[in-house]
C-alpha cells in the first residue's frame, strides 16, 4: 500500500508563501508522475503543478511565476513552495501518484492540507 501524506497548510495573508510537502511511502523513482491538485469548495478537482520521474515539470496558467515544484529523492517527499499567494489560491491541495502514466490523475492520494490565503 502506497501512503502519501500532505503537510504545510495554513491560513496566510495575500502576497504571503507557503511550502507544501508530501512524503511518500516509496520512492519518488517507483511513479512516473507526482503531481499537486487543489479542491474549492462548489468547484472541480484541477492540477496545480506535476513532477515526472524525468524531472520534467508542468503548471496550470493561473500559478506559472508564482509556485516551483520540486523533490527531495532522499526523503521520498516532493513539495510546492508557493509565492505571491492570491485569496483565490484558497483550496485543499492533495498529493497525487501515478505509478503508469506522465499525465493524467493516478490511483493514489492524500488526506489533503488546508490553505487559506485571506485579504
Known amino acids: 500500500q502506497v501512503l502519501l501524506v500532505e503537510s504545510g497548510g495554513a491560513l496566510v495573508q495575500a502576497g504571503g508563501s507557503l511550502r507544501l510537502s508530501c512524503a511518500a511511502s516509496?520512492?519518488?523513482?517507483?511513479?512516473?508522475?507526482v503531481g499537486w491538485y487543489r479542491q474549492a469548495p462548489g468547484k472541480q478537482r484541477e492540477l496545480v503543478a506535476g513532477?515526472?520521474?524525468?524531472?520534467?515539470?508542468n503548471y496550470v496558467d493561473s500559478v506559472k511565476g508564482r509556485f516551483t515544484i520540486s523533490r527531495d529523492i532522499a526523503k521520498n517527499t516532493v513539495y510546492l513552495q508557493m509565492n505571491s499567494l492570491k485569496p483565490e489560491d484558497t483550496a485543499v491541495y492533495y498529493c497525487?501518484?501515478?505509478?503508469?502514466?506522465?499525465?493524467?490523475?493516478?490511483?493514489?492520494w492524500g488526506q489533503g492540507t488546508q490553505v487559506t490565503v485571506s485579504s
Open positions: 497525487n501518484a501515478n505509478r503508469y502514466s506522465d499525465y493524467g490523475m493516478g490511483l493514489y
Open positions: 516509496a520512492s519518488i523513482f517507483s511513479f512516473k508522475a
Open positions: 513532477i515526472t520521474a524525468g524531472g520534467r515539470s
